[in-house]
């Protein structure tokens, strides 16, 4: 589990006290960029586990940011917790990779997730395909690595599809 603190005595909004001091520091140096935090999902067993609750934090940060992994035993749940970041600021899914499912159902899920975010970021190891065809032809492609190849290349087969889309969130 994540915590920013153990100990949150009397406090009620940890979450947005640390995002107003990360905030501060950042922009005692630079103005120009924009804010987030990337917030563990939400999960119809433990809701906002990591206290980061998007209706709170949203008035801090300039985006709301999520670690979804689409899960073949909870179909449904990562769209859901999706739902649950929409708190007036644009979201993007900045964390996302085939971990507890097979590509075809992320596949679903980021085909769906399109009516909320506007913005989507999966894991980058350095290999591009081609390097991991590579792999193959020379019989060292592992099974791991073969499922990234498959993220990689859903990725990049979908990116056209998913420039300039429109949510509801905006």
């Known amino acids: 589990m994540q915590f920013i603190t153990l100990d949150p005595g009397k406090r ?11 905030t501060a520091a950042i922009h005692s140096q630079d103005t120009n ?3 987030t935090v990337g917030l563990l999902p939400w999960s119809r067993d433990w809701k906002h586990l990591s206290g980061f609750v998007p209706t709170q934090i949203a008035p801090e940060v300039d985006f709301i940011s999520v670690h979804l992994y689409p899960d073949s ?8 917790a999706l739902r649950q970041c929409v708190a007036g600021q644009p979201v993007v899914v900045e964390e ?11 596949e679903e899920f980021l085909r769906a ?11 980058y190891g ?3 395909p081609e390097d991991l065809d590579a792999l193959e032809r020379d019989g060292k492609l592992s099974i791991a690595k073969s499922i990234y190849r498959e993220w990689l290349r859903l990725f990049v087969r979908l990116g056209p599809e998913f ?8």
């Open 12 to 22: 009620k909004q940890v979450a947005v006290e640390w995002i107003r001091q990360m």
């Open 113 to 123: 997730s399109r009516e909320i975010a506007c913005g989507w970021v999966g894991h």
């Open 33 to 35: 960029h924009l804010v």
């Open 73 to 80: 035993k909870k179909p449904g749940e990562a769209l859901e």
């Open 126 to 128: 350095g290999d591009s």
């Open 163 to 170: 420039v300039g889309v429109e949510t509801l969130n905006r």
């Open 96 to 106: 996302t990779f085939p971990l507890s499912c097979g590509v075809k159902e992320l």
